[in-house]
């Protein structure tokens, strides 16, 4: 099924709608577009004719419709619904210095289906249209106004479906005004992205979901790491930082038991050598029928003061959202 949205509307195509559009309207649009206009109506700069021509070729700005919000501390969730009737969610996280960012999908489900990830447990369902990710922009700003990042975090592996989010990268940084600094994209490691991501050279900031420096665990925990060992992540990794010199951010995610000894810390420390990294610990969101375990302040302490030892730069995530299942690894979509 596709879906003709006037995100993709073409100069050309504005022109040829109405006899009375002059080029300077298609700035216009892209104006009101980009100020979070959802109403063709409202559009009163373009001349009313131009308007209706609008209304009748798109009927409609967005495509997708917040359903629900959630919101618990520092994390407002939006429930969306896509013109096909599937369903992602977005979030919107507050810092203690109140900055705000959205944390957007890219994906319907995931196609990594990675073990410890309630997202990865629902299956793969589409990729996102790069204007369904910037109409999750959107969304959030009618709840916020100030967006101050951007974090591809959310639903699926945007490294997957990369020209999408190119696209959206690109809109956000030209037609929004935010600074590739304020644009993380996040990945389990699919190596073949990181290339095109580097390649790229969009100058967003990349994270990298590590989880484990163990290959044979990795393997058990994510399917992107059967398709690319940590060796040639390593590779690929070495290579970005030759394209761009900035800190990539290795997520970890801090499962009891299973990446929390002093072997997984020598392992951390031998795959980051000769990165430019900071650790971002993410102890392990509870999901409800998964057999993981949450660490306790005890393994969690114990874990960093290894991280500590062996000079590994690191930070703790301070985990928002767990009430309201907004956090980490835990958007589901769920809808009546
Ligand atoms: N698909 C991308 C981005 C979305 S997941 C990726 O995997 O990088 C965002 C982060 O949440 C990843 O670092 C992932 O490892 C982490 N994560 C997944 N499930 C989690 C959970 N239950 N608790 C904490 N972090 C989790
Ligand atoms: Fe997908 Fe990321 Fe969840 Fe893995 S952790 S299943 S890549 S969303």
Redesign the pocket.
């Known amino acids: 099924m596709t879906y003709d949205s006037v995100f993709n509307i073409t100069r050309e195509e504005l022109l040829s709608l109405s006899e009375k559009t002059k080029e300077f309207h298609y700035s216009c649009l892209r104006k009101w577009l980009s100020s979070a206009c959802d109403d063709f109506d409202k559009m009163t700069t373009l001349p009313s004719d131009l308007r209706d021509r609008l209304k009748e070729r798109y009927n409609r700005v967005y495509s997708s419709e917040v359903v629900e919000i959630k919101e618990d501390i520092n994390a407002k969730k939006l429930l969306i619904k896509l013109f096909d009737g599937a369903y992602i969610e977005c979030v919107l996280l507050t810092d203690y210095k109140n900055n705000h960012t959205a944390c957007l999908s890219?994906e319907v489900g995931?196609r990594?289906k990675?073990e410890?990830?309630?997202?990865?447990n629902i299956g793969f369902k589409r990729d996102l249209y790069s204007f369904e990710i910037i109409e999750q922009f959107f969304h959030l700003k009618k709840v916020c106004e100030k967006i101050d990042r951007i974090v591809?975090?959310?639903?699926?592996?945007?490294l997957c479906n990369f020209n999408a989010v190119k696209e959206s990268i690109l809109y956000f940084k030209n037609e929004c005004g935010l600074s590739a600094r304020r644009i993380t994209v996040?990945?389990?490691?699919y190596v073949k992205g990181i290339k095109e991501l580097a390649d790229a050279k969009l100058g967003v900031k990349l994270?990298?979901?590590l989880?484990t420096a163990d290959d044979e665990s990795r393997e058990k925990l994510?399917s992107?790491a059967r398709l690319y060992p940590l060796d040639e992540l390593k590779k690929t990794l070495l290579y970005y930082k030759s394209k761009d010199s900035q800190r990539i951010a290795l997520?970890?995610?801090?499962?009891s038991g299973i990446n929390t000894d002093l072997s997984s810390v020598k392992k951390i420390s031998l795959f980051a050598d000769k990165l430019v990294y900071s650790l971002?610990v993410?102890?392990?969101?509870?999901?409800e029928n998964?057999p993981?375990k949450?660490p306790d302040n005890k393994e969690i302490e114990a874990f960093t003061a290894l991280l500590k030892k062996y000079n590994i730069p690191f930070t703790i995530r301070e985990?928002k959202g767990q009430k309201t299942y907004s956090?980490?690894?835990?958007l589901v979509a769920k809808h009546k």
């Open positions: 890219s995931c990594m990675c410890f990830c309630a997202t990865g591809y975090m959310g639903m699926g592996e945007p996040s990945t389990s490691g994270a990298v979901s989880v994510m992107a997520e970890y995610c801090l499962i971002n993410i102890p392990w969101n509870t999901i998964l993981f949450t985990s956090a980490c690894g835990m």
